[in-house]
Structures are given as C-alpha cells and as structure tokens.
C-alpha cells in the first residue's frame, strides 16, 4: 500500500480505482468491526447523489455483515444529518459516503465516531496501519449481521427548523437555491418554501452523474444568472454533502465564507447568541476576518484547516461559531458540524429582519488584498517534490520574513485532491502580487 490515505477530511479519489475500490472497501469494513465496532456492533452508513455511492454501499456491507455488524442504512442524506444521526442511533460509528464539492467521478468515505464527530488523527493513523496488514479471517465467525433501512431520517431538518424560526419566517423575501444535485436535492426547496419565501429552485434533479455539475458552491455561474433575470433577493448554494454555503446577492456577486462568517458573528452577537464571545476560523481566512470580529469586541481564534480542527478549537474555547473560508459554517447550537441549511436559514433570517438589500448589507468586512493559486498536478508524487524542494522551502521562508507584521503567507497541500494551494495576503495590494509571481516562478521550476 503507497502512500497515506487519509486526507483532512477521510479518504478520497476517483471511485472504483484504489482505494476507493470494492476489494479496499469491504476490508476496510471489517478492519473497523474489529477495532471500532466492539461496543453495540452497529454502524451507520449514508451517502450523497453520486452514482458510485450504492457500489461503495454494497461492498462496505459485505464488510460488515460478514463480522455480524448491524447496519442502519441512512440512504441519500448531507453528512451534517450523518453526524447527528450517529448518536441517536447509538452506533459504534458511521460512515459518510461522498466527495463533497468533487465531480462525480469521485467518492470518498468520511468515518464519524459514536458522538458524531470526524475520526482524529490518532484513529485514522491506526486503521491506516490495520489496512495495511493482512486480515486474518476467523473461523469461529458465526454472526452474520442485517441492515436496517431507516425511514425519512431528513425528518429530524424539520423538527429542528421549528425550533429556528416559525412558519412564514421568511415571508416576502425572494430567493434562488441551488442545491448542487446532491443531497440537499429534497430538502432545501421544501424548508425555505416551510418558512414562507418565494423560491426559484435549480440543481434538485440529481441522476447519479451531474452531482456539482456546473452547479452548487463550487459554480455559482447560474445561480448568479437566475438571481439577475429573476430579480430576486440573493442566491443560496450548497455543495454536493450540504457541509458548504455560497451565497450571492441580488446583484448576482459572489460572497465567501469569510464574510458569511463575519455576518453570523454579528447577528449572533447583535441577538445575544454568540456563546464564549468567540468565532473561529482557519489560518487560510482573510487577516480582515479577523481584525473585524475583533472590531465587534469579540476574540477571534485560528485553528488549521479542516472543519473538524476548527470545531476543536471551538470546543476548546467555548465559542458556537466557527467556519472556513471554502463555506463550511459550524453552528454548533444546531448541529455538530458545517450545515448549509442551518447557515442558509440564519443569514436569511438577518436580512429579513434587516429590511436592507444583501448588497448594503455585504460584504461585512473589506478583505486584506490577497493572491491565491490552487495548482494542479498530475499525481501526489510531483507534489511531494515540491514541498519538499529545498527551494521552495527558502522562497516560502523568505517570504513570510518580507510579509511579518502585515501580511502572511500560506502554502498547504489539498486534503482532497492533487493541489497545491498558494495565498498570500499583504496590506499592500501590489506587495502580494509581486511576491506570489516569485512563489509560482520557484514552484515551476521544479515541478
């Protein structure tokens, strides 16, 4: 087995090529039910739209059931819905069969741990050793174990959505969904139409292979476009698992993370909801993410990219906000990881009661000027050549000593796929351009 599996966000590639493959899959499964699944022996499993799903389903079933594992089969759900359903059900663990924002050629397998949360470090790093040594069968192996459909479990999206805000919450306002395709497909339309707004719903027909096809938070081309003929009052996008928010405002321009961040910090604050009085975000924010949350008296804390690293720092600091850059917004009051719904529903509630357009509302914040490349190669190979060029590593430290004090340097492997992504942000809008041309003329050369 060559190189190490597990990314920032579990295992992903390009589905029925190893790993992602029938033989891996069901090995992996039985690897789990003997480490993981000792307690209840049962397991939770849902996935998204993408056509690879149900193969991938089928071969970790196999898996299980042959260690006389229970399996509760979510069907088609967003992995915020997995994370809480894995506790209700009182499971070992679950597993989330999607790639997110990927094409879908892709799949992936996110493990979640009996409370809900993503595996850490240390479990992966142990189940990566497991795998890589044979599997010794055993014969005294008489249990053989069932799978139990679970009924409507995007029932509990309609519980909790009582809970936010009432009927006819949004009553008036005009917006455009996009729900990528994905696993959102039957669910978004339905919540918004629930709380009163009028909706243009595009990307809810998904058929196995057009999951993020020029749509959801990755493209936001068409919803931009919808919003402007339509003249509606924002754009709302998710992306294929329903962990990511992209919105745009009634002028069809595009709004970040960082600045969706930045506005629910400031309702929760406004509306005394804010817990620990702190927001998290990533190192890969906007430097103006956080020396506006801070403007607002609020201690704002980075922690590395990942959501899962920044619901740990949320943990460790008391706060219920946290998010990243790419869309993921944690509301942990609502839910145990990055739920576009929950972020969707909030934001709307703002304007509404704001009575303002998106575009006077947004952006929240004015951003650092900043310079960003994501750069793509052919395998992970070349890019291990890379960061670990002598190099690279002197231009990179260079840099960060020209930047100290009013602009930072970031240069990260994706966790998901074969990129390397390069920012820099400086006060001084020409100073991060001139330096990110060095960057990419040293990066180049080796590659």
Same mark, same amino acid.
């Given at each position: ?7 920032t ?23 789990l ?22 193969m ?7 898996g ?25 059900y009182?499971?070992?663990m ?19 741990? $009996? =409370?809900?949360?993503? #595996? *850490? ?5 142990l189940? +990566?050793? @497991?795998? &890589? ?5 055993n014969?005294n192996?008489?249990?053989?174990g ?8 995007e029932a ?6 009582k ?6 919450a ?8 996009? $729900? =990528?395709?994905?696993? #959102? *497909? ?6 918004? +139409?629930? @709380?009163g &707004? ?19 938070s ?34 069809g ?7 969706i961040? &930045? ?37 704002h ?6 959501e899962?690293?920044?619901i ?10 946290g ?7 944690v ?5 145990k ?12 509630l ?6 303002q ?20 190669f ?31 340097i ?8 074969p990129?390397?992504r390069l920012k ?16 990419e003329?040293?990066?180049k050369?080796?590659?």
């Amino acid at each position: 087995m060559a190189g190490k599996l597990f990314g920032t966000d579990g295992i992903r590639g390009i589905a029925n090529t190893y790993p992602l493959t029938v033989e891996f899959c069901t090995k992996l499964a039985m690897v789990l039910s003997r480490q993981i699944c000792t307690s209840q022996k049962a397991v939770l499993i849902a996935r998204d739209t993408r056509i690879s799903g149900q193969m991938l389903f089928n071969a970790l079933s196999a898996g299980f059931l042959s260690q006389g594992i229970k399996i509760f089969d979510a069907g088609i759900i967003p992995t915020p819905l997995c994370t809480t359903l894995t506790p209700k059900y009182n499971v070992d663990m679950s597993i989330m069969i999607t790639a997110s924002h990927n094409p879908y050629r892709d799949n992936g397998l996110k493990l979640i741990n $009996a =409370a809900g949360d993503k #595996f *850490s470090d240390e479990q992966t790093n142990l189940i +990566e050793k @497991l795998m &890589a040594e044979p599997f010794a069968d055993n014969d005294n192996q008489q249990d053989i174990g069932e799978i139990v459909a679970i009924n409507s479990p995007e029932a509990e999206y309609s519980a909790k959505i009582k809970k936010i805000a009432p009927q006819n919450a949004l009553k008036g306002m005009k917006i455009v969904l996009d $729900a =990528a395709n994905g696993s #959102f *497909s039957k669910i978004l339309a339905p919540a918004f +139409e629930y @709380l009163g &707004a009028q909706i243009i719903s595009l990307a809810d027909k998904p058929d196995g292979k057009n999951i993020n096809e020029n749509c959801g938070s990755q493209h936001t081309e068409n919803l931009s476009q919808s919003v402007i003929d339509n003249r509606f009052d924002m754009g709302i996008a998710v992306d294929g698992d329903g962990d990511r928010i992209i919105i745009c405002d009634e002028n069809g321009k595009r709004l970040d993370g960082d600045q969706i961040i &930045a506005y629910l910090a400031t309702y929760l604050k406004n509306h005394n909801l804010l817990k620990g009085d702190a927001v998290v975000s990533t190192v890969y924010s906007n430097l103006g993410l956080g020396k506006y949350i801070r403007s607002l008296g609020i201690s704002h804390y980075a922690s590395a990219v990942g959501e899962r690293y920044v619901i740990e720092k949320m943990r460790e600091v008391g706060s219920n906000l946290g998010g990243e850059e790419s869309g993921h917004m944690v509301l942990s009051d609502y839910a145990k990881t990055g739920d576009a719904l929950y972020a969707a529903i909030i934001v709307s509630l703002g304007i509404k009661e704001s009575s303002q357009k998106v575009s006077e509302i947004f952006p929240v914040f004015k951003p650092f000027p900043c310079e960003s490349r994501n750069l793509r190669f052919d395998n992970k190979e070349t890019i291990e050549k890379i960061m670990s060029a002598t190099q690279v590593k002197d231009t990179i430290s260079q840099i960060s000593e020209r930047l100290k004090g009013h602009g930072v340097i970031l240069v990260r492997k994706s966790g998901t796929e074969p990129v390397i992504r390069l920012k820099i942000e400086d006060e001084n809008e020409q100073t991060a351009s001139s330096e990110m041309a060095l960057l990419e003329e040293c990066i180049k050369k080796i590659s």
